[in-house]
Nanobody, 124 residues
């Protein structure tokens, strides 16, 4: 079992940047692949980015390619989401999720553990 907690959300103007962190505790962090998802009011929880256990493989939603970067530091038990060139449509609650059995990628329902989320609001 692993516990996840997101941080770094807030209010930012369009075109600005924000870095989210997902801190893990409870078990060996390097055993889990991690994904970022987001959910706006009245919308589904959509895939944003994912990273493999070692950090060697990443995947991004088309809507964030070239703007967002996912990375991890297993020594610090943390996964990051660097968000640049933010748009109002990026406004959502952002969640990190962990999976212990291989690669889950964008398959939301297959992740085993979830954080409580952090709010990101992009103003125009």
């Amino acid at each position: 079992q692993v516990q996840l907690e997101e941080s770094g959300g807030g209010l930012v103007q369009a075109g600005g940047s924000l870095r989210l962190s997902c801190a893990a505790s409870g078990r060996t962090f390097s055993s889990y692949s991690v994904g970022w998802f987001r959910q706006a009011p009245g919308k589904d929880r959509d895939f944003v980015a994912a990273i493999s256990r070692s950090g060697g493989t990443t995947e991004y939603a088309d809507s964030v390619k070239g703007r967002f970067t996912i990375s991890r530091d297993n020594a610090k038990n943390t996964v990051y989401l660097q968000m640049n060139s933010l748009k109002p449509e990026d406004t959502a609650v952002y969640y990190c999720a962990a999976g212990a059995s291989g690669w889950y990628g964008r398959r939301r329902d297959n992740y085993n553990y979830w954080g409580r989320g952090t709010q990101v609001t992009v103003s125009s």
